[in-house]
């Protein structure tokens, strides 16, 4: 991976699911994930983040338009690489990063990188609103893609997946629920609550934390057994009762059409997904035992569920992860922009 053509620096953000997801990246000589401005632990750093994060807040500046914004953009990225390789700087569509892109900090890169390239991924649906929009990406950037199938024809963008790092997690054999299902509520809470009321009904002990503060679904529901509402749930709390499960429960956004964390944590974890999107079967990692679509919750065959899943081999599982990496990804980029590579 490191006779990459580019130098690639990853502008993502502070969650932790992304963290986690591109943590591969420290792998390679040629490419870096930068989580926010002023990394690292000096108390200088931290006075500048907190600075930078009060100059930038969306809240702060929908009260009062503070000035001054692009004086921040020199500081964000320097070269941490002097390998003499051109760079690549790849965009999340929304972060700390992207929120600078404005106030002319693409243009800063441009004059103090020479020749390098631009790149965003999109991890969520484009329709939704963002600071950025995709027609001011496709101003300068030379490549884009998006994790969704429908969006990336439709918004005449690459098609690419949600990337995912090997876990280092300690194994647990302790398993407390049939069903997990993690998610805010977004547009599906009528499917949330038909999957659990279809599971609790067959005997599954299920497992479903639902990130809302909508207080009237609350207050109807807090008392079910095995359905939590939660204000915040950290991305390692998912991961715990993750691995706590023997299926894990896939409900799409609606208009949803790419695989979402779900599947890449049923790879990582080898559990078994059941998933109400009807893309899953194109996935590269597709196994008819392991990974279960459906189009209806109540189709699915609780016997079948219930049983073990055939875990594969070592060696196969390790295939399966590259698949994920993000520095196959960064590979993937690479050969679109020009590079001598086959995919």
């Not at 990459?4 to 992304?18: F, I, R």
């Not at 914004?69 to 500081?75: I, L, R």
């Amino acid at each position: 991976m490191d006779e990459l053509k580019y130098n690639y620096v990853v502008l993502g953000s502070t969650d932790e699911y992304y963290m986690l997801s591109y943590s591969d990246l420290s792998k390679s000589g040629c490419c870096k994930y930068m989580s926010e401005p002023f990394e690292g632990k000096s108390i200088l750093n931290k006075v500048l983040r907190m600075i930078h994060k009060v100059h930038m807040s969306q809240k702060v500046n929908s009260i009062i338009s503070l000035p001054f914004k692009a004086v921040w953009n020199s500081f964000l990225v320097d070269d941490c690489f002097k390998n003499g390789k051109k760079y690549c700087f790849v965009f999340f569509s929304a972060g700390p990063f992207t929120d600078h892109i404005p106030y002319g900090f693409v243009d800063m890169l441009k004059k103090r990188f020479p020749n390098s390239k631009f790149v965003v991924f999109y991890q969520d649906l484009i329709e939704h609103k963002r600071l950025v929009s995709i027609d001011d990406f496709k101003t300068f950037c030379d490549e884009l893609y998006s994790f969704d199938y429908k969006d990336s024809e439709k918004y005449n963008v690459n098609y690419y997946p949600l990337v995912y790092s090997k876990l280092n997690l300690h194994d647990s054999n302790k398993i407390t629920s049939d069903v997990y299902f993690c998610g805010a509520l977004k547009n599906r809470w009528n499917d949330i609550y038909r999957a659990y009321s279809y599971f609790s009904k067959k005997g599954c002990v299920c497992d479903f934390v639902i990130v809302t503060k909508d207080k009237r679904i609350i207050e109807k529901y807090k008392n079910l057994q095995g359905l939590i509402f939660v204000d915040s749930f950290s991305y390692r709390e998912n991961l715990l009762h993750a691995s706590q499960t023997k299926n894990i429960l896939e409900l799409m956004q609606k208009n949803g059409t790419g695989y979402t964390i779900r599947a890449c944590e049923a790879v990582a974890l080898r559990k078994r997904l059941l998933s109400n999107n009807k893309f899953l079967e194109k996935a590269p990692f597709y196994k008819p035992d392991q990974f279960m679509s459906f189009d209806d919750v109540e189709n699915v065959d609780i016997d079948m569920i219930l049983k073990p899943i055939n875990v594969c081999p070592d060696e196969a599982y390790s295939a399966e992860m590259n698949k994920l990496s993000p520095l196959s990804f960064i590979h993937r980029i690479d050969c679109d922009l020009g590079a001598s590579c086959i995919l």
